[in-house]
């Protein structure tokens, strides 16, 4: 039974970082781009079920497709800065995950905070990727119905790309400041693991 619930507590992480960065997002993306024009009986059960595992199933495919293109948006210029001069090695991408993996091997319940607050961050790159695509789709004239969201014609659009792109520099802040700031705390004290994390900061 140990067995068990160790197995499930090692899988929760997993599933919450493939449901919040890859399914939400993609889920979002087929849901504007076909799915909402649709045209169904208020009685098609099924049809709505079937919907839902689309967008689950679509959505976490659509996901990964995603986090490859905000990967090329967000990380590539940040690893090329680190490579470029050393003074900014720090913004390496590929370096951060290295500081995450040395501290899961000091302190697996920080390495596991390190890692929510990293899924925040892909969730919002992915989701920025989602409305560009959104509005090149719907200038293209392939949405099924035109939202005022992707109207760059429309202050709204540009609010919401606004804070969309707020919250990607707030999250990636966030992430450097707190594997920093545990890298050199556990690096001093010599944390094991199994102790307690620091209260994450309000964010």
């Given at each position: 039974?140990?067995?068990?619930?160790?197995?499930?507590?090692?899988?929760?992480?997993?599933?919450?970082?493939?449901?919040?960065?890859?399914?939400?997002?993609?889920?979002v993306f087929l849901y504007f781009a076909g799915l909402s024009g649709k045209q169904r009986s208020p009685t098609s059960g099924t049809m709505e079920a079937l919907d839902f595992i689309m967008l689950v199933f679509g959505g976490y495919i659509v996901g990964i497709?995603?986090?490859?293109?905000?990967?090329l948006m967000f990380d590539a210029p940040l690893e090329l800065l680190g490579?470029?001069?050393?003074?900014?090695?720090?913004?390496?991408?590929?370096?951060?995950?290295?500081?995450?993996d040395s501290i899961d091997i000091r302190s697996e319940?920080?390495?596991?905070?390190?890692?929510?607050?990293?899924?925040?961050?892909?969730?919002?790159?992915?989701?920025?990727?989602?409305?560009?695509?959104?509005?090149?789709?719907?200038?293209?004239?392939?949405?099924?119905?035109?939202?005022?969201?992707?109207?760059?014609g429309k202050p709204v659009a540009w609010v919401v790309g606004s804070i969309i792109l707020a919250a990607v520099v707030h999250r990636t802040l966030i992430l450097f400041r707190r594997v920093r700031i545990l890298t050199?705390?556990?690096g001093s004290l010599g944390t094991g693991k199994g102790e307690s994390p620091p209260k994450e900061e309000r964010s």
């Open positions: 039974m140990s067995e068990f619930l160790e197995n499930v507590s090692r899988s929760v992480p997993v599933l919450f970082y493939d449901l919040l960065t890859r399914i939400c997002p993609g889920a497709l995603l986090t490859v293109i905000s990967s490579r470029l001069s050393t003074r900014l090695g720090r913004l390496s991408p590929n370096q951060i995950w290295d500081q995450i319940r920080h390495a596991m905070l390190l890692v929510k607050v990293e899924a925040e961050m892909t969730f919002c790159q992915n989701l920025f990727v989602v409305f560009l695509a959104l509005i090149a789709l719907q200038r293209a004239g392939y949405l099924v119905h035109e939202n005022t969201l992707f109207d760059l050199r705390l556990l």
